[in-house]
């Protein structure tokens, strides 16, 4: 079992009556599939809108002068 800081996500609680509590978090958890033990990155929905934006811009692209991966 993992254990995630859900700080900075998007949280939702419920209404607490008689105790009975229920949070929510809106993360995006992303893990290298032939891994699935392996470790996992947490991305609350801003970081992960900018990552995708920035992919988009091209500037996650690898430079051309990096050797090949292998």
Not at 19 to 42: F, H, N, W, Y
């Amino acid at each position: 079992m993992y254990e995630i800081k859900l700080s900075g996500s998007v949280e939702f609680r419920s209404a607490c009556d008689g105790g009975s509590c229920v949070e929510t978090a809106m993360v995006i958890l992303v893990r290298d599939s032939k891994d699935p033990d392996g470790p996992v990155q947490v991305y609350t929905l801003d970081e992960w809108h900018a990552h995708i934006e920035a992919a988009k811009a091209g500037k996650l692209d690898v430079p051309a002068e990096w050797p090949a991966a292998g």
